[in-house]
């Protein structure tokens, strides 16, 4: 009996140890399964890394045709076209029309007017029968434009000034010039002269807040959209040139009626042209670029044209040529100016040096032009006391001359 028992019990751990033996060894095929496996998934996943990373290399170097298809960029603006001063949306099917709102200070205004702004807004929500949106959009206010501007006033301003001066010379210089119209004169390259210097100013102070801060404004808009499916049972009796024209006649209407009202609240409205949307989507998808790529330098640019022209070479000449005509005779006139000013003050340094010879001269004209009216006796007398006087001025003069001889050889000597 006992050794039945212990050959059982034998038995038993026997089969136990072979279990456990079966088991182990599946533990062990399926560890190494798994070990191949987490391998396998390692080499993928670098493979796809690389086959990644060259794919981006490649497209950095030479961008392939899909990145660049139109029909990514539209699904990404989602728009389709700018036409007729309307955005139009969903192959076709839906129209935008957007007004520019600018208004008044609300806090300025007095009790009175701010009581009829109130019921005016009220009015217009009242009469709203359609559907609106209203989008503020903030920008950073680009004023090279204005400066330019300027810029281009300014040289007018310093022409004017110029003129102006050159007109004070000649008017200082012209004879018996009476001070009312020298005065005037004055006042005048007065005024050019100090407007100029003020816009100049104002050009360099507003030049100087551009560098150092941005200025920013808010542009406030009601946008307005309508489908003409809306309206139709069936599309298919017209085509998108129709639909466009029903929905450009709809949106116009009612965004007239909306300005209408708008005045009411002391607000002015205006429809944006296809220029001006195309504007405010370009300032809503390009925020950062905006003020370095504006609107207007694309289309100045012309980015979108085949090919650029310049200015014509000629034109430039002739702009240069009349710069110069303008600035030559404006210097000859200064010129003229003072050379007829030397002149006469020349002429009258002779006359009044001479004097006496011119006074003596005019007298012996008038004796002989009165002979016949005085008596010859009278007459004789009076041409040799003329004589005789003409002679001591004469000696005189020689005296003079002399002198003058004398003290410069004198001052020569003096100087040796």
């Given amino acids: 009996m006992e050794n039945n028992s212990t050959t059982q019990i034998t038995g038993i751990l026997n089969i136990i140890l072979i279990t456990m033996v079966i088991i182990l060894v599946i533990l062990v095929i399926a560890l190494i399964v798994i070990k191949v496996r987490e391998k396998a998934r390692e080499k993928a996943i670098k493979s796809n890394d690389k086959k990644n990373n060259n794919v981006s290399k490649n497209t950095e170097i030479k961008p392939t045709a899909e990145a660049y298809q ?14 007729d001063n309307m955005i139009i949306r969903k192959d076709r099917t839906r129209f935008v029309m957007v007004i520019k709102c600018t208004g008044s200070n609300y806090d300025l205004a007095s009790e009175d007017e701010k009581l009829a702004i109130e019921s005016g807004f009220i009015k217009f929500l009242n009469s709203l029968k359609f559907p609106i949106q209203i989008y503020i959009q903030a920008r950073k206010f680009n004023i090279d434009n204005s400066i330019s501007e300027y810029k281009e006033k300014i040289k007018k301003l310093a022409i004017e000034a110029e003129r102006a001066r050159t007109n004070y010379e000649f008017v200082r210089r012209t004879p018996n010039v009476s001070e009312n119209d020298l005065k005037n004169a004055y006042m005048e390259v007065m005024r050019t002269s100090n407007v100029y210097e003020y816009a100049k100013d104002v050009v360099i102070n507003t030049e100087r807040v551009k560098t150092n801060r941005n200025i920013l404004k808010k542009e406030h808009y009601i946008v307005v959209t309508y489908s003409p499916l809306e309206d139709l049972t069936s599309a298919d009796m017209y085509d998108k040139e129709e639909l466009k024209d029903k929905a450009f006649s709809e949106l116009y209407i009612r965004c007239q009626s909306l300005i209408r009202v708008l005045n009411a609240c002391d607000v002015n409205g205006k429809i944006l042209n296809s220029t001006e949307l195309a504007e405010l989507l370009y300032v809503a998808y390009n925020r950062e670029q905006y003020e370095i790529y504006g609107i207007d330098k694309v289309l100045e640019s012309q980015y979108n044209q085949l090919y650029i022209t310049a200015e014509d070479i000629l034109d430039k000449k002739m702009k240069r040529l009349n710069e110069k005509v303008e600035l030559d005779a404006i210097n000859h006139a200064t010129e003229i100016l003072t050379r007829v000013k030397s002149e006469k003050e020349k002429e009258l340094e002779y006359r009044q040096q ?33 004589k005789k006087e003409n002679t001591r001025e004469e000696e005189g003069d020689n005296e003079k001359e002399k002198s003058k001889k004398i003290k410069r050889r004198r001052t020569t000597g003096s100087n040796i």
């Fill in 354 to 386: 001479n004097i006496n010879k011119m006074v003596r001269k005019m007298t012996e004209m008038i004796l002989e032009q009165n002979k016949n009216r005085i008596e010859d006796d009278v007459f004789q007398r009076a041409k040799e006391a003329l």
């Fill in 70 to 83: 139109k029909e990514s960029v539209y699904d990404f603006m989602e728009f389709d076209a700018i036409e």
